[in-house]
């Protein structure tokens, strides 16, 4: 994906990655039952994969996006922010 998001961000438009999976993969995956420290080994793996993707891209035309989905139903088993923000907030985006 690197040549790609480097082209939308040449072309002079915002990069916007979705990443609901950051969030909703702790209670809808395979870690719905581990530690939360495997979770987030998962995320930094992934943050990092990312990373390389928008290597060149200036942060300034990427927006990053995580959600905790529309489930029809009560968030209960949600993970909370503040477990994984010090992983969102290293990837490569200035919103």
């Given at each position: 994906?690197?040549?790609e998001y480097s082209r939308v961000a040449e072309a002079g438009l915002i990069v916007q990655i979705d990443a609901p999976e950051m969030c909703i993969d702790r209670n809808l995956s395979e870690f719905c039952d581990k530690p939360i420290e495997?979770?987030?080994?998962r995320q930094?793996?992934?943050?990092?994969a990312l990373n390389y993707a928008l290597a060149g891209v200036p942060e300034?035309?990427?927006?990053?996006?995580?959600?905790?989905?529309n489930l029809?139903?009560?968030?209960?088993?949600?993970?909370?922010?503040r477990e994984i923000i010090d992983i969102v907030l290293k990837v490569k985006a200035a919103a």
């Open positions: 994906m690197r040549e495997e979770f987030r080994k930094m793996l992934w943050v990092e300034e035309h990427v927006r990053f996006h995580v959600c905790w989905g029809e139903g009560p968030h209960t088993r949600d993970v909370p922010l």
